[in-house]
């Protein structure tokens, strides 16, 4: 469900936006949490659709499905779009260490 949140905002992206700036895709960990953003220049989201349309709607529910949350953001001409996940830990190794060598 991620990888389609993702491609959903991409292809927003790249339908909503102007050909004066390149959409932008990052991936970036910040303390226990890992952030998925696209920008892109264009209209301010929402504006055409006040809710932000349909799409965007079913990537909140992704990002809250997974413990995470969606932002939506303007940065000067820049719509940005922030999928915020918290990181998996892997679970405690409880085993009993092994022998020792020697």
Same mark, same amino acid.
């Given at each position: !469900? &991620?990888?389609? %949140? &993702?491609?959903?905002?991409?292809? @927003?992206?790249?339908?909503?936006? $102007? ?7 990052? &991936?970036?960990?910040?303390?226990t ?5 696209? $920008? @892109? %220049?264009?209209?301010?989201i ?7 349309? !349909?799409? !965007?709607?079913? &990537?909140?529910?992704?990002?809250? /499905?997974?413990?995470?949350? /969606?932002?939506v ?5 820049? @719509?940005?779009? $922030? !999928? @915020?996940?918290?990181?998996a830990?892997?679970?405690a ?5 092994g022998?020792?060598p020697?």
């Amino acid at each position: !469900l &991620v990888r389609e %949140a &993702v491609l959903e905002l991409l292809e @927003n992206a790249c339908r909503h936006g $102007t050909a004066q700036l390149p959409v932008q895709l990052s &991936v970036f960990r910040t303390g226990t949490r890992g952030l998925i953003q696209v $920008t @892109n %220049a264009g209209p301010p989201i929402g504006a055409a659709a006040p809710s932000g349309g !349909l799409g !965007l709607s079913i &990537v909140r529910w992704v990002a809250e /499905m997974h413990g995470g949350e /969606m932002e939506v953001a303007r940065r000067g001409p820049l @719509n940005a779009v $922030t !999928l @915020n996940f918290p990181l998996a830990t892997a679970p405690a190794d409880t085993r009993s260490p092994g022998p020792s060598p020697g």
